[in-house]
């Protein structure tokens, strides 16, 4: 997963006729990071991710190759056909519970945060969010405020609000997360 990430990163950035120096100061990381992403030796967080494709013009679903993938006809998802994203953050994985179809205006996703996961530092975007907890215990930290979830709790905010979640669970902590307007 590394690869494909850096590689679609450079590959769209030299699209874009972007140096690497450039993409690196849009971003808020150092040129030598944001190189050995592109080599597949670093993994961005989640925040890191999305100012990449914002910088680029694109969506994290083309960075992480999510867009290039048959998304199929018809509204059903079979679990065997869900794609998993995985070396964002940290001991994190996102499996994306909806096909990509250029009409949707939300994007369901299952995140599970392995002990000590997180989606690392603070994010900030457009739209909305709403998360409940399948199991676990989980940190959501909204701007200032922190805020305690366990089974069965759900939360929603406006995405502009600088968040993070993190497991606080001495296992696997895993919810349900409805964003809008999709990321990937």
Not at 72 to 86: C, N
Request: charged share 20%; net charge positive.
């Amino acid at each position: 997963m590394n690869e494909i990430v850096g590689l679609n990163i450079k590959k769209k950035r030299e699209q874009n006729r972007v140096s690497l120096r450039k993409l690196s100061q849009e971003c808020g990381v150092s040129p030598s990071f944001l190189s050995q992403v592109e080599k597949g030796k670093a993994v961005p967080s989640l925040a890191t991710l999305k100012r990449v494709a914002d910088s680029l013009h694109t969506s994290i679903g083309v960075l992480v190759g999510e867009n290039g993938r048959d998304s199929g006809r018809g509204p059903l998802m079979k679990s065997i056909d869900r794609h998993a994203i995985e070396q964002i953050g940290q001991n994190l994985k996102i499996e994306l519970l909806t096909k990509h179809q250029s009409f949707m205006q939300m994007e369901a996703s299952l995140f599970t945060l392995y002990e000590d996961g997180t989606t690392g530092e603070l994010s900030e975007h457009f739209g909305q969010e709403f998360v409940y907890v399948l199991s676990g215990k989980l940190s959501i930290t909204l701007g200032q405020n922190s805020y305690t979830l366990k089974k069965g709790d759900s939360f929603y905010f406006d995405s502009l609000i600088p968040h993070a979640f993190s497991n606080i669970n001495s296992g696997v902590t895993r919810i349900l997360r409805v964003i809008t307007p999709p990321l990937f």
